[in-house]
């Protein structure tokens, strides 16, 4: 933060959850966090309730396809994701 950085990047977060931003921004409440690896849109809002200003996402949209190559289902997963950011954020 220091040197400029605009996020500081978390990852990966799997392993550790929301809690561990909260842990983090207790010491350093200013910390603009975001979480990678492990967020879902079913954990998404739990992350934005800790305290992060964004979220990196992948794999959730990526591999949605993977099973039988319908990229159909990426475009679903991308507006899933969607959805659950907006609602979280509200």
Same mark, same amino acid.
């Given at each position: ?6 996020? @500081? +990047? ?13 842990? *983090? ?27 992060? *200003?964004? *979220?990196? @996402?992948?794999?959730?949209?990526? +591999? ?9 289902? *990426? ?16």
């Amino acid at each position: 933060m220091e040197a400029g950085a605009d996020i @500081v +990047k978390l990852f990966p977060t799997d392993a550790v959850g929301p809690g561990y931003v909260r842990t *983090v921004r207790a010491p350093l409440p200013q910390a603009p966090l975001l979480p990678a690896g492990g967020v879902t849109p079913d954990n998404v809002g739990d992350w934005f309730a800790a305290g992060v *200003v964004a *979220v990196g @996402v992948g794999s959730h949209i990526t +591999k949605a396809a993977r099973a039988d190559g319908d990229y159909r289902k *990426v475009t679903a997963a991308a507006s899933e994701f969607l959805d659950a950011i907006s609602a979280a954020r509200t």
